[in-house]
T-cell receptor, first 115, second 116 residues
Framework: GAVVSQHPSRVICKSGTSVKIECRSL??????MFWYRQFPKQSLMLMAT?????????EQGVEKDKFLINHASLTLSTLTVTSAHPEDSSFYIC???????????FGPGTRLTVL | AQSVTQLGSHVSVSEGALVLLRCNYS??????LFWYVQYPNQGLQLLLK??????LVKGINGFEAEFKKSETSFHLTKPSAHMSDAAEYFC??????????????FGTGTRLTIIP
């Protein structure tokens, strides 16, 4: 149980385009989802926290108009990188958490490359 | 605010030798502590977690960690390294006081290399 999927696993896009990444909890209801960004050989940095049906809470320094997060249901959250630029190239990882559980379940990640 | 420090960005051990990955935490309230493993181009997999129960925690793949409050440490060990243990390991902390949107704070990671 507690499987989290991400789609796509890899995406290459041109500068200026927008890219949407999906994060799904396959066998449980995720009351909270987290989005992380990981640069090569570095740790995970939390970008934002989203609760189902409410606006995401962004970490300091993360542009909310640049990284749009939607948590429309208890099993799906999406991260849209708008007007992507090469510096947005990174590994994006989501995680999901159930209510009253102290563990996050991580997706396999999405590697974004912006040309 | 909570934080974790992982000493040693790279650790190399021989196959069959003891694995010791160090993690020290800082937290003003009792913490939850986690160790995750990440293989190349993959997400994170939970190895084990401390949630204020037994101080010696056993995880998957033969790993274990001991919570030592006096030393504010949560070091990860494995008696005998296997080639498949080569990966990146992250220590993380969150606060148990809040079952809401608690955030995980990750250490900078330790890359474990196994020497044949």
């Amino acid at each position: 149980g507690a499987v989290v999927s991400q789609h796509p696993s890899r995406v290459i896009c041109k500068s200026g385009t927008s890219v949407k990444i999906e994060c799904r909890s396959l066998d449980f209801q995720a009351t909270t989802m987290f989005w992380y960004r990981q640069f090569p050989k570095q740790s995970l940095m939390l970008m934002a926290t989203s609760n189902e049906g409410s606006k995401a809470t962004y970490e300091q320094g993360v542009e909310k108009d640049k990284f749009l997060i939607n948590h429309a249901s208890l099993t799906l959250s999406t991260l849209t990188v708008t007007s992507a630029h090469p510096e947005d190239s990174s590994f994006y990882i989501c995680s999901s958490k159930r209510r009253n559980y102290n563990e996050q379940f991580f997706g396999p990640g999405t590697r974004l490359t912006v040309l | 605010a909570q934080s974790v420090t992982q000493l040693g960005s790279h650790v190399s051990v021989s196959e069959g030798a003891l694995v010791l990955l160090r993690c020290n935490y800082s937290s003003s309230v009792p913490p939850y502590l986690f160790w995750y493993v990440q293989y190349p181009n993959q997400g994170l997999q939970l190895l084990l977690k401390y949630t204020s129960a037994a101080t010696l925690v056993k995880g998957i793949n033969g790993f274990e960690a001991e919570f030592k409050k006096s030393e504010t440490s949560f070091h990860l060990t494995k008696p005998s390294a296997h080639m498949s243990d080569a990966a990146e390991y992250f220590c993380a902390v969150t606060l148990l006081a809040d079952f809401g949107n608690e955030k995980l704070t990750f250490g900078t990671g330790t890359r474990l290399t196994i020497i044949p």
